[in-house]
């Protein structure tokens, strides 16, 4: 592991819990990291390509981690998504950084 991944938590769909390590200075968000290791099939996640326009990177944020504010967009998107909860976020909405060590996310079901 290099010093600049981080030790994220992603239960998956099925509720199978995965620890994996995302890397920081790649520029990816978590819906990139989900995508990157395969935890839910093709063309059921990042389907708008990141642009908090499909939701269907929303995913619930389990530990206490502290997130970079939620922007307009996401809000909007999340304001009409299903199964919104209230520590529901978007993936692509989200950049890996070196604070979200230990972050643990539960990838909402596919709608
Ligand atoms: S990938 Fe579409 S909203 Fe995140």
């Given at each position: 592991?290099?010093?600049s991944d981080?030790?994220?938590?992603?239960?998956?769909r099925?509720?199978?819990?995965?620890n994996i390590e995302a890397p920081t200075d790649m520029?990816?968000?978590?819906?990139?990291?989900?995508?990157?290791?395969?935890?839910?099939?093709?063309?059921?996640?990042g389907v708008c390509g990141?642009?908090?326009?499909c939701a269907s990177c929303q995913c619930y944020v389990l530990s206490e981690t502290e997130l970079p504010e939620m922007?307009?967009?996401e809000e909007a998107m999340l304001s009409e998504a299903f199964y919104v909860?209230?520590?529901s976020r978007?993936?692509?909405?989200?950049?890996?950084?070196?604070?979200?060590?230990?972050?643990?996310?539960?990838?909402?079901?596919?709608?």
């Open positions: 592991m290099s010093k981080i030790n994220i938590k992603i239960k998956d099925e509720g199978i819990v995965h520029a990816m968000n978590l819906m990139e990291v989900v995508r990157s290791y395969e935890l839910a099939p093709e063309g059921t996640i990141g642009m908090a326009m922007q307009d967009d909860k209230d520590n978007l993936g692509c909405q989200i950049q890996i950084t070196l604070e979200m060590e230990g972050l643990e996310v539960e990838l909402a079901p596919e709608s």
